[in-house]
């Protein structure tokens, strides 16, 4: 084996290779795309094409919040800079089209009911690349003054998550600061080594230059969101400690068998390395299932999830063998070692097969209770409010809910290609009738509750087609959005329409992340199905762990509706609940979260599997095979639910989710689930644990990877079995 024959060429080769990923992930950020929470070929993307290039104009995506510093916006001096104002914007470079309360008309949906502000709205045509990257870093500086006549504010859809996107990464890079001397501590304090800590901290430092490079390559040929990126700095530290963790406790064992150091090495990777792989195998399928989403910003976890894999087997299976081989007993802890038999995860271990049934019902209960709040989730559409109340375009749409009654950026936008105006003034009052509308815009005129009224400007019919903008009421949009785009959509047309604006762009995102739940869900069961297969040989392990990861699971979502939804704790994490959760980053912590409990699962099952292999003894293999993966698992989930903590200390409510959420996750994983459900399942099933048709036995016994060199006989096997035996 070349890692255990030719260590220091190895070593030499991957300091290189570090360097040379480190070149190339340092360009990955520029590289990497924006994204909209927009659906590609959905009805509000067709009508979004057809606004712009039939009639030059689009959604709002900009917005200035114009106050007068004195008297009202319909004074005089106030009205003149207001247009002027408006004028400026429309000849800025990059917008398209620009309209206010001066240029209407003065309707009402554009001032404030105090008369002190009004709006200013614009269209800058493009992707979120060129309007949040090109166009905005150059206009919000420009537009945002304070002239002694009026003060104004830049807003906007895309200026909001431009400004998410920088909080991120502020958020991000603190957080790494925090997390690499955290996890550094953690590793010394499980270790005792230097030596140890430090090149299992070298593991998952690599695991993330290594991720980066390979995510520069893949933007070669494919749009990758800057989120990614992100994954890439959590899942890289917290997968390359864990498998580093795994490997150099299973180095030391081998160690402790008076093996020599080479011959520990390749022991070593023939049976951790395998773990490794199938667990890397494991956590790359759970992440791969988001490319069954249609949208960029989704599938772009996947790629970030499948570098970080790959670079984390590569460095735990190649690297860190050959760092061994170098460091061999320095590595080793100072003093002797406790007996398995005496350890905290063996004595429970033992008392939880005594007991299944007292043990593990009152784990699944407490499981159940902690996930109960999950039954009320209600997935919503993001707003400024995944900001910090002191971001400045939060703070401006602060003064928009209290001060205004309609949203009129947030217009639902109904184009008809072939429309005329002799059939569109019925639609239009049908429109308006609908409950929230506040107002329907038309080239036949504008409409509230029915009654007709001059058309505004802007709002034009040229023969080939026409458009209407519905105004929403504030309280409807809050409430629901999702459900006033339906509304608007069944009502019946004279002609073929398309609904978009921004509420219908979020709508069909939802709507598109939602529908594909099921698919999958089905998917990751399956893929993760297989893999346990071929690496245990039984059905029943599979189908075990994939009602225990979700129970784990419940629990994440129950803590994501308690606080995030339900607002519980968000005057001490400092958010605004909205009563809602946006379903994509839940779906992107399912796969991790998924991904990392097989993580687990794997570590706990191919020891536990071991040993039955060795002893046959079903009942005994268990408390044994935990006595010796607990102490890791434990470990590794204290060093990655601390890591995932630390994102909590984000200003940004996503970031915020996935931080506690996960940092749960993992944490009610590696206790109740590994620690107590899985003996407790374990014990009652016993042999059937390893159970597979003949025909599946056969597949397996052509296509399953046995567990390596046995290990020696273990002299506690008997008081293994009679402890845990029931008395």
């Not at 230059?209 to 520069?216: I, V």
């Not at 184009?415 to 815009?441: E, F, H, K, Q, W």
């Not at 570590?603 to 599997?609: A, E, Q, V």
């Not at 909590?648 to 994983?669: K, N, R, S």
Request: glycine share 10%.
């Amino acid at each position: 084996m070349l890692v255990a024959r030719r260590p220091g060429w190895v070593i030499a080769i991957a300091l290189l290779g570090t360097v040379l990923a480190g070149f190339v992930g340092a360009g990955t950020i520029n590289a990497l795309s924006l994204n909209r929470f927009e659906a590609p070929g959905s009805e509000s993307m067709h009508a979004r094409d057809l606004l712009a290039s039939g009639f030059g104009t689009g959604s709002a995506n900009v917005a200035l919040l114009v106050t007068a510093r004195q008297g009202t916006v319909d004074s005089a001096e106030v009205a003149a800079a207001g247009r002027a104002l408006t004028d400026e914007l429309a000849a800025h470079p990059g917008v398209g089209d620009a309209w206010s309360y001066w240029s209407r008309g003065g309707p009402d949906t554009l001032r404030s009911e105090d008369a002190r502000q009004a709006m200013v709205l614009a269209w800058v045509p493009g992707d979120a690349n060129e309007v949040r990257r090109n166009v905005l870093p150059g206009l919000t500086p420009r537009f945002s003054r304070d002239d002694g006549v009026v003060q104004v504010t830049v807003g906007g859809g895309d200026e909001v998550f431009r400004s998410v996107m920088e909080q991120a990464r502020r958020d991000f890079i603190r957080a790494e600061l925090i997390v690499v001397p955290l996890v550094f501590l953690l590793l010394w304090l499980v270790y005792r080594r230097l030596s140890a800590a430090l090149v299992t901290l070298g593991v998952g430092l690599f695991a993330v230059l290594g991720s980066l490079a390979l995510l520069r390559a893949a933007t070669l040929v494919t749009d990758i969101s800057t989120f990614a990126s992100n994954i890439a700095l959590v899942m890289g530290i917290g997968l390359g400690v864990d498998y580093g963790l795994f490997v150099i406790f299973r180095f030391r064992e081998e160690l402790r068998r008076d093996r020599s150091v080479p011959d520990a090495v390749r022991h070593t990777v023939r049976t951790a390395g395998r773990t490794v792989l199938f667990s890397g195998a494991t956590v790359a399928a759970s992440l791969a299932v988001l490319f069954a989403f249609p949208f960029p910003f989704l599938s772009s976890f996947a790629y970030a999830g499948i570098a970080v894999v790959l670079a984390a087997v590569v460095g735990a299976t190649v690297i860190l063998p050959a760092a061994l081989a170098l460091l061999g007993h320095r590595v080793q802890r100072r003093g002797p070692e406790r007996a398995e038999t005496g350890t905290f995860w063996y004595g429970l271990a033992a008392r939880v097969t005594r007991r299944p049934l007292l043990f593990g019902g009152t784990a699944l209960a407490v499981l159940l209770l902690l996930g109960a709040p999950f039954l009320g989730v209600r997935f919503g559409l993001p707003d400024d409010r995944v900001l910090p109340a002191s971001a400045p375009v939060r703070q401006m749409y602060d003064q928009i809910r209290a001060g205004f009654s309609e949203e009129e950026a947030d217009a639902v936008q109904v184009v008809a290609p072939a429309g005329d105006a002799t059939a569109i003034a019925p639609y239009a009052a049908a429109l308006s009738r609908l409950d929230g509308v506040v107002r329907v815009d038309s080239a036949a005129g504008s409409y509230t509750g029915g009654t007709p009224a001059p058309a505004p400007a802007g709002i034009r019919h040229d023969g080939e087609g026409t458009w209407l903008s519905i105004i929403p009421s504030s309280e409807r949009l809050a409430a629901d959005a999702t459900g006033l785009v339906r509304d608007v959509r069944a009502v019946p047309a004279p002609f073929e329409v398309f609904v978009g604006g921004y509420p219908a762009e979020l709508t069909d995102y939802r709507d598109g992340v939602v529908d594909r739940l099921p698919l999958v869900v089905g998917l990751i069961v399956l893929v993760t199905f297989v893999v346990l297969f071929v690496m245990t040989g039984s059905v029943i392990a599979p189908l075990k762990a994939t009602v225990l990861n979700v129970l784990s699971l419940s629990v994440m979502f129950g803590a994501l509706v308690f606080v995030f939804q339900e607002g519980n704790l968000s005057g001490l994490l400092g958010f605004t609940p909205t009563g809602s959760i946006e379903p994509s980053i839940p779906i992107l912590m399912f796969c991790i979260a998924y991904g990392l409990s097989m993580d687990y699962e794997v570590f706990l099952l191919s020891r536990i599997k071991e040993e039955y292999d060795r002893t046959g003894d079903a009942v005994g293999s268990v408390p044994l095979g935990i006595a010796r993966s607990a102490p890791l698992v434990t470990a590794a989930a204290a060093i990655l639910a601390a890591s995932f903590a630390t994102y909590a200390t984000g200003q940004v409510v996503f970031l915020q989710q996935l931080g506690i959420g996960m940092a749960l996750a993992v944490i009610v994983d590696a206790t109740l689930i590994r620690g107590v459900l899985v003996p407790a399942f374990m014990r009652l099933a016993g042999r059937a644990n390893w159970w597979s048709p003949a025909p599946l036995r056969r597949l397996h016994h052509r296509i399953g990877l046995d567990h390596g060199d046995t290990p020696p006989p273990s002299r506690t096997a008997e008081a293994v079995r009679s402890l845990a035996s029931p008395g």
